[in-house]
């Protein structure tokens, strides 16, 4: 009897510690350790090595760590200006890690090396990188579209240029077509997550779930949401690598368990893009047999009057350009890297929809976490979402509340 009730307590015990998870990555030692290799080892010594092709990778881990725990200093503003403008520099990897550094550190810069810089590049990537700097730097558009005409007479065929030619000609006065008529009427009979953002994405958005019934779910009389930040590190569109969620529908495939530190071990939910997976996967059907994602089955999904909103399928030409492994997950990163940032304390990432924890720094446990708040509902439904769709509903500058989503999709 004595060994059955002494199995017994070790049994609801750790099914007790179980359920509180805990990230040595949080803790403060960790942190603190953990901050002082990035900026003392990998943001100095990277970069004071001299550029070859050994240590490339080491160049490109320092622009990493700078966009991370956004660092400035001269070395680094001299390492980005040199990738930038040495026309023997052609590493395509370390090209693109140093633009996205740069928009991300030093957006009011560069200027000079970017103009000579687009008009010598043949990558599409690369060049759209460079264009978009330079527009948020008032640089004429008609300019940079006759450049981009100039350079690539196929633009349209290019997922990347297309998207990038159409950001250079946004009329700002375009409205989306009526937000809750994409909500009630994209995949009527299926359940579905909607994450509504600002298009200025250092606000906070908000995420609900539609069911299959067409109905929302319900939190204490009100419409179950969590606040989320799908904005990148970089702040780069959807369209780019390591930009922010892009605008449009995704495919939901399953939720799962991150090994990964940076998001912690909150379950989280993983999606697709249009082309990262087969269209029989995407739409979770078998009988579909062609391998070959169209514009036209991107259409399909959508109500007639957002069918030729733009704007909308940036997720589409996203998956096209290859963008993948965007997920909704939790986080364990510093939340003290933003202080200061309008979103904080969210914790932006490659791309992916995030939304907030918190962890004890002595414990490393878990103390806050609306991932959890959203998992719990999640696991609950009997019938589970299948997509998920992220839309900018207009371009305030404020986070979106509770009292809007209310607003926005009342009866």
């Known amino acids: 009897m004595k060994s059955i009730f002494i199995l017994l307590f070790v049994f609801v015990c750790s099914t007790f510690s179980q359920q509180i998870p805990i990230s040595n990555f949080t803790k403060k030692e960790v942190r603190d350790s953990f901050y002082l290799q990035l900026k003392n080892h ?45 026309e023997k520099i052609t590493n395509i990897n370390l090209i693109r890690s140093a633009l996205e550094s740069a928009y991300t550190l030093y957006p009011s810069d560069f200027t000079p090396e970017l103009k000579r810089f687009i008009l010598r590049t043949d990558n599409p990537k690369l060049f759209a990188m460079s264009a978009l700097h330079l527009f948020r730097n008032n640089f004429a558009k008609d300019s940079l579209l006759n450049i981009l005409r100039s350079r690539f007479p196929d633009f349209t065929q290019n997922p990347i240029l297309k998207m990038l030619a159409s950001r250079l000609s946004e009329d700002k006065k375009l409205k989306p077509p009526p937000i809750k008529e994409l909500v009630l009427n994209t995949f009527p009979n299926e359940s579905v997550i909607f994450v509504f953002q600002r298009k200025q994405r250092d606000f906070i958005g908000r995420a609900i779930i539609r069911n299959h019934k067409n109905q929302f779910e319900i939190e204490d009389t009100k419409i179950f949401s969590i606040p989320v930040l799908a904005r990148a590190i970089s702040d780069l569109p959807g369209f780019i690598t390591n930009g922010n969620t892009p605008q449009g529908i995704f495919s939901i495939q399953g939720t799962a368990y991150s090994s990964n530190r940076f998001i912690g071990s909150t379950e989280n939910i993983q999606t697709v893009l249009p082309f990262e ?132 999709l009342k009866d």
């Not at 400035?72 to 403008?85: C, G, N, Q, R, T």
């Not at 733009?310 to 933003?338: C, L, M, Q, W």
């Not at 304390?345 to 446990?365: A, F, Q, R, V």
Request: hydrophobic share 35%; with cysteine; net charge negative.
């Open 42 to 86: 990998v943001l100095i010594n990277n970069l004071q090595l001299e550029l070859t092709d050994s240590n490339i990778e080491q160049w490109i881990e320092a622009f990493w760590a700078a966009g991370l725990i956004l660092e400035k200093s001269p070395i680094i503003k001299e390492s980005l200006a040199k990738v930038i403008s040495d």
């Open 277 to 408: 997976v087969k269209p029989s996967h995407f739409f979770h059907d078998s009988t579909i047999y062609t391998d070959e994602f169209s514009h036209q089955m991107y259409k399909n999904m959508l109500p007639k009057n957002w069918q030729e909103y733009f704007p909308i399928y940036e997720a589409f030409y996203a998956g096209k350009a290859g963008r993948n492994e965007i997920i909704f997950h939790g986080t364990t990163v510093d939340t003290s890297y933003y202080t200061g940032k309008p979103y904080a304390p969210y914790t932006p990432t490659l791309g992916c929809i995030c939304s907030l924890e918190l962890w004890d720094e002595n414990s490393g446990e878990r103390i806050f976490s609306d991932q959890q708040k959203f998992m719990d509902r999640f696991s609950k439904m009997i019938i589970k979402p299948s997509y998920l769709v992220v839309v900018e509903i207009d371009d305030l500058n404020s986070s979106i509340s509770q009292s809007e989503i209310e607003e926005l």
